[in-house]
T-cell receptor, first 114, second 114 residues
Framework: EPEVTQTPSHQVTQMGQEVILRCVPI?????FYWYRQILGQKVEFLVS????????KSEIFDDQFSVERPDGSNFTLKIRSTKLEDSAMYFC????????????FGPGTRLTVL | AQSVTQLDSQVPVFEEAPVELRCNYS??????LFWYVQYPNQGLQLLLK??????LVKGINGFEAEFNKSQTSFHLRKPSVHISDTAEYFC????????????FGTGTQLKVEL
């Protein structure tokens, strides 16, 4: 069964460093998302991406964040200068197309900023 | 404003007892409704979804949920829980006209005891 994969599973970084979180969505999916979950809190939407551009972003997704689909398979989330409060679990998700409803989630990347 | 509320942050229950996890949403537009389960240190797994049609939907692991439009609720139920059901349960809503993003509730920690 096809699934969304994410690497790394756990990333530890120093405050101020740049990190790139990687996702490989399901191969025929066209619409991609990033969500985050701060420890003990709810899952929050960050950004959606379609046709090589951002479709929607939340107020959390400020200038420190960027997304990219550098090739036909990867979907990345970059945080330019990490802060302590960026420590969270980051989930990637995808759906087949604009008519799709069910989002398929990856296992997440736990980001720890020291 | 569109929102999702899970009033119970924790629900303790004995094994083989029934359980209901509550979810309410606030919206003037039509919705798609989801329940996800998150086991410790794992990602989000879809339990069930309501898109249209019958208001009673059945999901995996013996769970079911009922959509009540007048009450704007989508409560999750299981007639007899097992120790392995111990996990965090998230209600999520996709509001039509709000892009494809999911809005999550704060989650309910289900703890099944012997």
């Amino acid at each position: 069964e096809p699934e969304v994969t994410q690497t790394p599973s756990h990333q530890v970084t120093q405050m101020g460093q740049e990190v790139i979180l990687r996702c490989v969505p399901i191969s025929n999916h066209l619409y991609f998302y990033w969500y985050r979950q701060i420890l003990g809190q709810k899952v929050e939407f960050l950004v959606s991406f379609y046709n090589n551009e951002i479709s929607e972003k939340s107020e959390i997704f400020d200038d420190q964040f960027s997304v990219e689909r550098p090739d036909g398979s990867n979907f990345t989330l970059k945080i330019r200068s990490t802060k302590l409060e960026d420590s969270a679990m980051y989930f990637c998700a995808s759906i087949t197309d604009l008519g799709g409803v069910e989002q398929f989630f990856g296992p997440g990347t736990r980001l720890t900023v020291l | 404003a569109q929102s999702v509320t899970q009033l119970d942050s924790q629900v303790p229950v004995f094994e083989e007892a029934p359980v209901e996890l509550r979810c309410n949403y606030s919206s003037s537009v039509s919705v798609y409704l989801f329940w996800y389960v998150q086991y410790p240190n794992q990602g989000l797994q879809l339990l069930l979804k309501y898109l249209s049609g019958s208001t009673l939907v059945k999901g995996i692991n013996g769970f079911e949920a009922e959509f009540n439009k007048s009450q704007t609720s989508f409560h999750l139920r299981k007639p007899s829980v097992h120790i392995s059901d111990t996990a965090e349960y998230f209600c999520a809503v996709r509001f039509t006209g709000g892009g494809n993003k999911l809005t999550f509730g704060t989650g309910t920690q289900l703890k099944v005891e012997l």
